[in-house]
């Protein structure tokens, strides 16, 4: 496997390669029949993250509720991370 380039890195400097890395290295799995879909089961939450063509899609879902979110791709991965990891 590839490494991932610094976490200040904006996730638009990233290969798809390295994104999908990056995703999997978080705990998510790619959703069969659709690449561009992971889904992230935390013990509290779940996660859809969607890589979209301008941005990253994060609708999470806590006890029945939903919550979207959307990070363009020129923030850092270290930026999104932190948001993301932080939950609904």
């Known amino acids: 496997m590839s490494s991932l380039p610094p976490d200040q890195t904006p996730l638009n400097r990233h290969s798809l390669v390295a994104i999908e890395l990056w995703l999997h290295?978080?705990?998510?799995?790619?959703?069969?029949?659709?690449?561009s879909r992971w889904r992230w089961v935390l013990e509290e939450c779940s996660?859809?993250?969607?890589?979209?063509?301008?941005q990253l899609r994060v609708v999470w879902?806590?006890?029945?509720?939903?919550?979207?979110?959307?990070?363009?791709?020129?923030?850092?991965?270290?930026?999104?991370?932190?948001a993301i990891s932080h939950g609904p």
């Open 25 to 35: 290295k978080l705990g998510a799995q790619q959703i069969e029949g659709d690449v």
């Open 61 to 82: 879902e806590k006890k029945g509720n939903f919550s979207e979110y959307c990070f363009p791709y020129g923030l850092s991965r270290a930026d999104v991370e932190a």
């Open 47 to 54: 996660a859809d993250i969607t890589m979209e063509q301008d």
